[in-house]
């Protein structure tokens, strides 16, 4: 089965787990291939294999459709759409917008097409006076998800992180939170080496990190609205062995009125809460831990347009105020909107920086798929 | 006559919150009408004696539970703490012995000891709560064994007597344990930020993580508390048969671990209290003492605990949806 495709360098009693990811790739395409069937769906079927066993795929491919087959190939590489395919469909948002034949189109158009026309922007940023460099990264890595990734973060600035999904944004972040070990990689902050192994770390070098999950790594969601707020800061609201459960109802009821959280006691549970008001919640959580470098992954995901601006308006005020901000977003309107720079991430490295000024939609997802 | 939205909310939440003590009401309410001679002072007396060390034990069951974890070893550390103590309280003929304080913290030490190794094996060792305390719960009982030869240790100080029969203003010593036990729990969880991280890990320990708690020291303290809790327990229960016992305990986890749930606390972690735990125990308690009042058979009342047990845990998955 697996010479029939021409992989002659697996010996099929070799477990899968013990092959390299592009070997099981090559294993998983052969057992499609095996079912016969008319018509096959290929979901990114090159993203971790290397470019020689590309172009035995793509020989596969070619075979198969001499015999009669049709295969339906989901990609972000457009090179590899206009080397294999006859056409090609583009989707946006989920709904369809054209399907064209590869011969009489080019990447451009493509790109222009998935790009489409836009909505007006949510919230435009007022623009913050950018001070001193307050965060550099260097040369951090973590194995098999990013390398060589590098960059400086200045006060006042709002740095829009974009990419596809499974480029390896959120890694970064969270390797340099302290959710995960780095490999290699120097972090500085004002100036100053810091060793982050750890999110405690992380806090007391003056990071907050508002994560991409609310659900699973955010809220506690059995738990009420007020220790789902003091918990970042709770040494802060504490003595030694108790906490200052007076201090804790006042700084939440502080956040409460300054984020308009609709809630009707600081009791409830925060499950009770829409999404928008879980995701202030967890703002407020940060807000008190009084961070200098603020970290927000996809902040806006699953929550109504009103909410949706006053959390780009908070993060503006945090920027008027000379903190500094990482934005992690897919959404293209919200990075145009909100970023001074914006740095662009593709398969685990760091592809580009571009400045608001320069800044298009077109621009941005071509460093995308870099 | 329509009751408004907001009474009916009200009404669902003093529901929730004095379910618990309803239960035992009504229990004991049932008892009383099955046999009148349930609802004297002696018998309640008899009740709170008889249930202190699960109670006790309970307490420390409760912090492993909100967590997201277990401690099933209990049963077998009370053994453990129980003949580790005895050896220290131990008087030879001519009356001379250890002072009353070192059986009393050796007993303390031995629970504690067992609750930081299964704690280092959950946190560091990430071995499943569950698992570990299992092996601990073996573990513990060979050691009881070793140290006892087999045979229960008796011989205890003077002083002991007190601690397991005596009275103080009219109430049997071992309450006052009880009750100060239940204070210090009650702090340990409601007041302390050691506390507020019980809570989080057992809700969602990646975002615990995320939100700068000390997961693994956290995870350590649970189980050495739970541990120490064990060695209370002990302490109350060889004072008042006056000896060690490698074979005590058996079967003090389940009767635990039924009074944490029907207490309220949840298998899904982040949910729970002291004051539920603690009725929960009574609640226990009442059913024993309510079945041995109606000469229902050891084996019949074993069933019928378990079924209690698996009746808590489908009201609190009724309960406590909130995970999807």
Same mark, same amino acid.
């Given at each position: 089965?697996?010479?029939?495709?021409?992989?002659?360098?697996?010996?099929?009693?070799?477990?899968?787990?013990?092959?390299?990811?592009?070997?099981?790739?090559?294993?998983?395409?052969?057992?499609?291939?095996?079912?016969?069937?008319?018509?096959?769906?290929?979901?990114?079927?090159?993203?971790?294999?290397?470019?020689?066993?590309?172009?035995?795929?793509?020989?596969?491919?070619?075979?198969?459709?001499?015999?009669?087959?049709?295969?339906?190939?989901?990609?972000?590489?457009?090179?590899?759409?206009?080397?294999?395919?006859?056409?090609?469909?583009?989707?946006?948002?989920?709904?369809?917008?054209?399907?064209?034949?590869?011969?009489?189109?080019?990447?451009?158009?493509?790109?222009?097409?998935?790009?489409?026309?836009?909505?007006?922007?949510?919230?435009?940023?007022?623009?913050?006076?950018?001070?001193?460099?307050?965060?550099?990264?260097?040369?951090?890595?973590?194995?098999? %998800?990013?390398?060589?990734?590098?960059?400086? +973060?200045?006060?006042? *600035? #709002? /740095?829009? !992180?974009?990419?596809?999904?499974?480029?390896?944004?959120?890694?970064?972040?969270?390797?340099?939170?302290?959710?995960?070990?780095?490999?290699?990689?120097?972090?500085?902050?004002?100036?100053?080496?810091?060793?982050?192994?750890?999110?405690?770390?992380?806090?007391?070098?003056?990071?907050?990190?508002?994560?991409?999950?609310?659900?699973?790594?955010?809220?506690?969601?059995?738990?009420?609205?007020?220790?789902?707020?003091?918990?970042?800061?709770?040494?802060?609201?504490?003595?030694?062995?108790?906490?200052?459960?007076?201090?804790?109802?006042?700084?939440?009821?502080?956040?409460?009125?300054?984020?308009?959280?609709?809630?009707?006691?600081?009791?409830?549970?925060?499950?009770?809460?829409?999404?928008?008001?879980?995701? %202030?919640?967890?703002?407020?959580?940060?807000? +008190?831990?009084?961070? *200098? #470098? /603020?970290? !927000?992954?996809?902040?806006?995901?699953?929550?109504?347009?009103?909410?949706?601006?006053?959390?780009?308006?908070?993060?503006?005020?945090?920027?008027?105020?000379?903190?500094?901000?990482?934005?992690?977003?897919?959404?293209?309107?919200?990075?145009?909107?909100?970023?001074?720079?914006?740095?662009?991430?593709?398969?685990?490295?760091?592809?580009?920086?571009?400045?608001?000024?320069?800044?298009?939609?077109?621009?941005?997802?071509?460093?995308?798929?870099? | 006559?329509?009751?408004?939205?907001?009474?009916?909310?009200?009404?669902?939440?003093?529901?929730?919150?004095?379910?618990?003590?309803?239960?035992?009401?009504?229990?004991?309410?049932?008892?009383?009408?099955?046999?009148?001679?349930?609802?004297?002072?002696?018998?309640?007396?008899?009740?709170?004696?008889?249930?202190?060390?699960?109670?006790?034990?309970?307490?420390?069951?409760?912090?492993?539970?909100?967590?997201?974890?277990?401690?099933?070893?209990?049963?077998?550390?009370?053994?453990?703490?129980?003949?580790?103590?005895?050896?220290?309280?131990?008087?030879?003929?001519?009356?001379?012995?250890?002072?009353?304080?070192?059986?009393?913290?050796?007993?303390?030490?031995?629970?504690?000891?067992?609750?930081?190794?299964?704690?280092?094996?959950?946190?560091?060792?990430?071995?499943?709560?569950?698992?570990?305390?299992?092996?601990?719960?073996?573990?513990?009982?060979?050691?009881?064994?070793?140290?006892?030869?087999?045979?229960?240790?008796?011989?205890?100080?003077?002083?002991?007597?007190?601690?397991?029969?005596?009275?103080?203003?009219?109430?049997?010593?071992?309450?006052?344990?009880?009750?100060?036990?239940?204070?210090?729990?009650?702090?340990?969880?409601?007041?302390?930020?050691?506390?507020?991280?019980?809570?989080?890990?057992?809700?969602?320990?990646?975002?615990?993580?995320?939100?700068?708690?000390?997961?693994?020291?956290?995870?350590?303290?649970?189980?050495?508390?739970?541990?120490?809790?064990?060695?209370?327990?002990?302490?109350?229960?060889?004072?008042?048969?006056?000896?060690?016992?490698?074979?005590?305990?058996?079967?003090?986890?389940?009767?635990?671990?039924?009074?944490?749930?029907?207490?309220?606390?949840?298998?899904?972690?982040?949910?729970?209290?002291?004051?539920?735990?603690?009725?929960?125990?009574?609640?226990?308690?009442?059913?024993?003492?309510?079945?041995?009042?109606?000469?229902?058979?050891?084996?019949?009342?074993?069933?019928?605990?378990?079924?209690?047990?698996?009746?808590?845990?489908?009201?609190?998955?009724?309960?406590?949806?909130?995970?999807?």
């Amino acid at each position: 089965m697996l010479q029939r495709i021409g992989i002659n360098n697996i010996d099929p009693n070799t477990k899968i787990k013990d092959l390299s990811v592009a070997k099981q790739q090559m294993c998983e395409i052969a057992k499609a291939i095996s079912h016969n069937a008319a018509l096959i769906l290929m979901d990114e079927p090159t993203a971790a294999i290397p470019s020689n066993d590309v172009l035995t795929l793509f020989e596969i491919i070619r075979a198969l459709k001499k015999e009669g087959k049709t295969i339906i190939y989901v990609t972000h590489k457009l090179e590899e759409i206009f080397e294999i395919a006859d056409k090609v469909s583009v989707f946006r948002n989920g709904v369809h917008v054209d399907t064209l034949d590869t011969r009489t189109t080019n990447k451009d158009t493509l790109i222009q097409m998935m790009v489409g026309r836009d909505i007006v922007d949510l919230y435009a940023k007022e623009k913050a006076k950018i001070g001193d460099v307050v965060l550099q990264v260097e040369n951090l890595s973590c194995s098999k %998800k990013f390398d060589n990734v590098s960059f400086t +973060l200045k006060k006042g *600035e #709002i /740095l829009g !992180v974009a990419g596809l999904v499974g480029a390896g944004r959120s890694e970064i972040m969270e390797t340099l939170f302290g959710i995960r070990q780095k490999k290699t990689g120097k972090i500085f902050i004002s100036g100053k080496e810091v060793n982050i192994r750890s999110p405690r770390d992380a806090i007391k070098y003056g990071l907050a990190f508002l994560t991409e999950d609310r659900k699973n790594s955010g809220c506690f969601l059995p738990l009420s609205v007020r220790i789902n707020t003091y918990i970042a800061s709770i040494k802060q609201h504490s003595g030694r062995l108790f906490v200052r459960r007076k201090e804790t109802v006042e700084s939440t009821k502080r956040m409460i009125d300054a984020l308009s959280i609709k809630v009707s006691s600081m009791e409830d549970q925060i499950n009770n809460l829409s999404g928008g008001n879980q995701q %202030k919640v967890l703002v407020a959580r940060w807000l +008190l831990t009084e961070p *200098e #470098i /603020l970290i !927000v992954d996809e902040p806006t995901r699953g929550i109504d347009v009103g909410a949706k601006a006053e959390v780009h308006r908070l993060l503006v005020n945090l920027a008027l105020k000379g903190k500094a901000i990482i934005m992690i977003s897919s959404e293209m309107t919200e990075i145009l909107a909100m970023s001074d720079r914006i740095m662009t991430v593709s398969s685990g490295r760091v592809t580009g920086f571009i400045d608001a000024k320069e800044a298009t939609q077109e621009k941005i997802l071509k460093y995308c798929m870099d | 006559m329509q009751i408004k939205i907001q009474d009916q909310n009200i009404f669902k939440k003093a529901m929730k919150k004095y379910s618990t003590i309803l239960i035992l009401l009504l229990m004991m309410l049932i008892m009383t009408i099955l046999n009148p001679k349930f609802l004297t002072i002696n018998n309640l007396m008899n009740i709170l004696r008889q249930q202190t060390p699960i109670a006790i034990m309970a307490f420390g069951v409760n912090l492993a539970i909100i967590s997201g974890g277990i401690d099933i070893s209990v049963g077998s550390v009370i053994a453990m703490a129980a003949v580790i103590l005895a050896k220290f309280a131990k008087v030879d003929s001519s009356g001379a012995g250890y002072p009353l304080i070192v059986p009393i913290i050796a007993s303390l030490l031995a629970g504690g000891a067992a609750g930081l190794v299964n704690g280092v094996v959950i946190a560091y060792g990430k071995v499943p709560p569950f698992i570990a305390t299992l092996g601990m719960m073996s573990v513990a009982r060979g050691i009881a064994l070793i140290i006892s030869k087999g045979r229960p240790i008796t011989g205890f100080s003077e002083a002991f007597n007190f601690i397991g029969g005596g009275s103080f203003l009219d109430l049997p010593f071992p309450i006052y344990i009880l009750l100060a036990s239940y204070l210090i729990i009650y702090a340990i969880l409601h007041l302390t930020k050691f506390g507020t991280y019980v809570f989080a890990i057992g809700s969602s320990q990646m975002a615990a993580e995320v939100s700068g708690v000390n997961v693994k020291r956290t995870k350590v303290l649970i189980y050495i508390i739970s541990g120490i809790f064990t060695g209370i327990a002990a302490i109350v229960l060889a004072s008042r048969t006056l000896s060690g016992q490698p074979a005590v305990g058996e079967g003090y986890e389940m009767n635990a671990i039924t009074a944490a749930i029907i207490g309220g606390t949840s298998f899904s972690g982040g949910i729970g209290t002291a004051f539920g735990t603690f009725i929960g125990a009574l609640i226990m308690g009442v059913l024993t003492n309510g079945m041995t009042m109606l000469q229902i058979e050891p084996a019949t009342q074993m069933v019928v605990r378990g079924s209690v047990i698996i009746l808590a845990v489908f009201a609190d998955q009724y309960r406590n949806n909130y995970k999807s």
